[in-house]
């Protein structure tokens, strides 16, 4: 669920930041393909996610 919500946020990055719909496809496409890739993005986002939870739970 979480992947797929992270990659949601990913393609909507994409297609924000390109000037053409193809070049936003073509981005889309690339990323899909190097899926090691992703799962690192998507490993590091949850790292940091839950290094900030546990930061706020010690200093509270």
């Known amino acids: 669920m ?3 919500l992270t990659l949601l946020v990913f393609v909507a990055m994409f297609v924000t930041t390109s000037k053409s719909p ?3 496809l073509y981005l889309v496409m690339y990323m899909t393909r190097s899926l090691p890739l ?3 993005m998507v490993m590091t986002s949850v ?3 839950l ?3 546990f930061r706020k739970r010690i200093f509270s």
């Open 47 to 49: 790292v940091a996610g």
């Open 22 to 24: 193809g070049e936003a």
């Open 38 to 40: 992703l799962m690192a």
């Open 2 to 4: 979480s992947m797929a």
């Open 51 to 53: 290094a900030l939870v």
